[in-house]
């Protein structure tokens, strides 16, 4: 099998196994082996990885089945060659443009089967996500008008019903693929130390489709898991608490610093340029805090000290809709008298 998945709910561990493919320097071939990676890392984790990928784009595609599912996917395509190679210590080998140009192909066939399953999920996250995309594959697919005013239908009552956490039926049927083992010292060949973990029991597949569908069920099977998109990056996320839902906690833009701890000031200067009063509040703000550095008389610290006093309270009052944009306008002006 070529992935295999744990869970330690005690430690909330995902434990995932997966082969990915190797480059030979001096023979200058890409091959795959039996040898295993793993990756054990909080519930959910992979999940992330998946949804942050950016499938439209095929390099990004192209990223991903190289580190995660080529060797699967390349024997999806041709059945006939894993036969062959189940006793080779060395699965495949391929030249540097045998390997590109499957590559390539495999992400041209597969590409709209992981937009497929990312889509739904981020449906079933209720987060947004094409919908056009669904549209196509309904027209391609020829379903009947009624069949498509019953999705519709069992669509919007999912939308519209918080008590659902997701539509179970729709992500069963990515995981036809899955055997269980109770057996779990098959782990230990792939250098997971057993008696760290309190694993009952791991699945298998060779369908990667199926693992990141089963990784979805066992993160929303906690109440209090969730996955939220960062208003600042687009990253997808879970929340440390309920309070951090609009930001994640990824460096933003080099910055040195989060957009958890840039996203407020970057709000609130995306406000100040949206709202005109703001803005106009701000530069006579600049423009005292200026007079006082430029003359430092006591004229200037006595209005600057005023001003933001004062101020502080009369744009909160704005901001709660306490007084009119013409009374906090009028006040603005009249702190230039």
Known sequence: MSFKLAFDKNLGLELFVFKRIYYDKSKKIFFSSYRT??????IGSFLLI???TNFEDDEDCRSFVFWFCFESLYYRRHPETKKANHNSSKHLRLSFSEFNNELNEIVKEYKE???Y???TLLKNLRLPYDTDFFKKIEEEAEFTPEDIQEMRQDEKSFLEDKSIKYNETEINGFMEKLNIQFETFGLIFDNINIEKYNIPYYFESEDIWAIIALLFKEFMSDNHNTIRQ???CGYYFVPSNLKETKYCNVEYKETGKTCRQIGKELAYKKSLKEDTLLDKYRKRYMSLASSVSHYGTDTAITRFEKYK????VMKQKYLNKEITPKEFEKWISDSKK
């Open 117 to 119: 399953l990312k889509y």
């Open 113 to 115: 089967e992981f937009l």
């Open 230 to 232: 960062c208003q600042n």
């Open 37 to 42: 990676e793993h990756m054990i890392d909080p």
């Open 50 to 52: 998946f949804l942050n």
């Open 309 to 312: 006093k004062d101020g502080a």
